[in-house]
């Protein structure tokens, strides 16, 4: 093999231990990996490999490639077991169906809910002892005089505590939660999203979750999922971004319920 081919080479094998690596690190998606075109790859030129070098770059690419398969293993496994299916592929199955074959699917699915009424003896047993128990009009309609309010003046501090007012402008109080988020996650770039929105109360914990889902809509940060770990990171940006018609937007439901506070709180003290 010419020396050129076997650097071309060798800097194929490099990228495939990259984007290996890149994968297995940041916990993309393993699907992103061609495994049939990595394999064909080290096929290529693995009988023209003589230095050890040469050798111990293929193995170590294979070894990358085997990581990977186990990751896409994993992840398959993991979506069976919870009886996962991607929307993207739902909707792309239901694009392909005719107007047919989904009428017959929803003939094969439908379970109809028929409920019969009609008026029995004890239903009327029931109703004649209501009315019978009712005061006669002219004591339920009693006449009362109207209630006599003196007009007087109220202060900003009352009104913010009755919640008619907010303290702070919203968006000068989401700007103050952004910087809290920074300050939070430091240099490390990311945080836990229940580290984050976990507080001593339920309710201050149900607030911090509704000011993080705005940080995220107005692209103060975004949420990155771990699914085979089921972990949900924040991550803050630097500057606001504005995300629309960048790329297309996925709603991400997540659950805040006493339940799992409790356990997150249980954790925290553990």
């Known amino acids: 093999m010419s020396s050129k081919r076997k650097k071309r080479g060798s800097e194929h094998l490099q990228r495939v231990i990259d984007m290996c690596k890149s994968i297995e690190e940041r916990s ?57 299916t991607d929307p993207f592929l739902l909707e792309e199955k239901i694009r392909r169906l005719s107007k047919e074959e989904l009428a017959t699917l929803f003939l094969e699915t439908w379970r109809p809910i028929i409920e019969l009424e009609q008026i029995s ?38 009104l913010i505590k009755l919640r008619i007012l907010a303290e702070k402008p919203f968006l000068e109080e989401l700007e103050v939660f952004w910087e809290e988020l920074k300050h939070r996650v430091g240099g490390k770039e990311k945080s836990l999203y229940w580290n984050f929105i976990g507080a001593d109360t339920y309710p201050e914990t149900v607030k911090r979750a509704y000011m993080t889902s705005f940080l995220v809509t107005y692209g103060y940060a975004t949420l990155e999922l771990h699914p085979l770990e089921e972990e949900i990171f924040i991550k803050p940006f630097e500057k606001q971004r504005s995300m629309l018609g960048k790329k297309r937007m996925v709603s991400i439901p997540v659950s805040i319920s006493f339940e799992e506070w409790t356990n997150w709180k249980g954790g925290k003290q553990n």
Do not use: M
């Open 121 to 158: 003896l004890h239903s009327l047993a029931e109703a004649t002892k209501y009315w019978q128990s009712l005061l006669p009009l002219s004591e339920r309609w009693l006449k009362t005089g109207s209630l006599e309010t003196e007009i007087g003046a109220t202060s900003r501090e009352e």
């Open 28 to 84: 993309l998606d393993p699907f992103n990996v061609d495994v049939d075109d990595v394999i064909a790859v080290i096929q290529k030129y693995f009988p023209e490999w003589e230095l050890p070098e040469e050798l111990c770059l293929d193995a170590e690419a294979i070894h990358h490639l085997a990581s990977i398969i186990k990751l896409q293993g994993d992840w398959v496994k993991h979506r069976s077991t919870s009886l996962y």
